[in-house]
């Protein structure tokens, strides 16, 4: 089956404009999670969903971000008002369970460079 | 202040040696720890995971090795193999059980 898919894969945004990164998670996965990665760096969490309901937002870097899931299954993270520190892959992913300590899937990420 | 800490960040290693990352962490309360493999363009897919009531375990040429008073563990990668060469992550999940804390990475080539 289908894995998680993100859109787009590449975005250029000049700073200070919005953007939108989609994510669609494995059919039927009821928690999503979306990190940032820095080029070099690990992923850090920035926000998790079980089901339509953003249950920890603790990660979010300032509230120029903001990620919702209307109807439990796909995902947008948007950003304001970009700035060049936003540049980073987004990954998101999904587990099928709202469980503790459960696999998470991966999608391929958004590589976001803000200029 | 890093949760989770890793070493080397880089590591090359001849083809049928033995690959060993190293992390530690501080929070006793974390008590899950998988590690992901990343290859360039990917995201990062789960590769082995460890509680730290068990000091070993072990998945075909993949073992973590888990000293649960030091508050270490490490991956080692036996035979490895060209086709290991990637990014490697070990990760804790928060105390809520849910969101992942990664490390910072090690990004291993194996020469052929």
């Known amino acids: 089956g289908a894995g998680v898919s993100q859109s787009p894969r590449y975005k250029v945004a000049k700073r200070g404009q919005d953007v939108a990164l989609r994510c669609d998670p494995i059919s039927g996965h009821v928690s999503l999670f979306w990190y940032q990665q820095a080029l070099g760096q690990g992923p850090e969490f920035l926000t998790y969903f079980q089901n339509e309901a953003q249950l920890d937002k603790s990660g979010l870097p300032s509230d120029r971000f903001f990620a919702e899931r209307p109807e439990g299954s796909v995902s947008t993270l948007k950003i304001q008002r970009t700035q060049q520190e936003d540049s980073a892959v987004y990954l998101c992913a999904s587990s099928p369970t709202r469980g503790f300590h459960n696999e998470q899937f991966f999608g391929p990420g958004t590589r976001l460079t803000v200029l | 202040q890093q949760q989770v800490k890793q070493s080397p960040q880089s590591l090359i290693v001849q083809k049928g040696g033995i690959s060993i990352i190293n992390c530690a962490y501080e929070?006793?309360?974390?008590?899950?720890f998988p590690w992901y493999q990343q290859f360039p363009g990917k995201g990062p897919a789960l590769l082995i995971a460890?509680?730290?009531?068990?000091s070993e375990k072990k998945e075909g040429r993949f073992t973590i090795s888990f000293n649960k008073s030091a508050k270490q563990f490490s991956l080692h990668i036996m035979d490895s193999q060209p086709g290991d060469s990637a990014t490697y992550f070990c990760?804790?999940?928060?105390?809520?059980?849910?969101?992942?804390?990664f490390g910072k990475g090690t990004t291993l080539s194996v020469s052929s």
């Open positions: 990760a804790a999940f928060n105390q809520a059980g849910t969101a992942l804390i």
């Open positions: 460890i509680r730290p009531d068990v």
């Open positions: 929070n006793t309360a974390f008590d899950y």
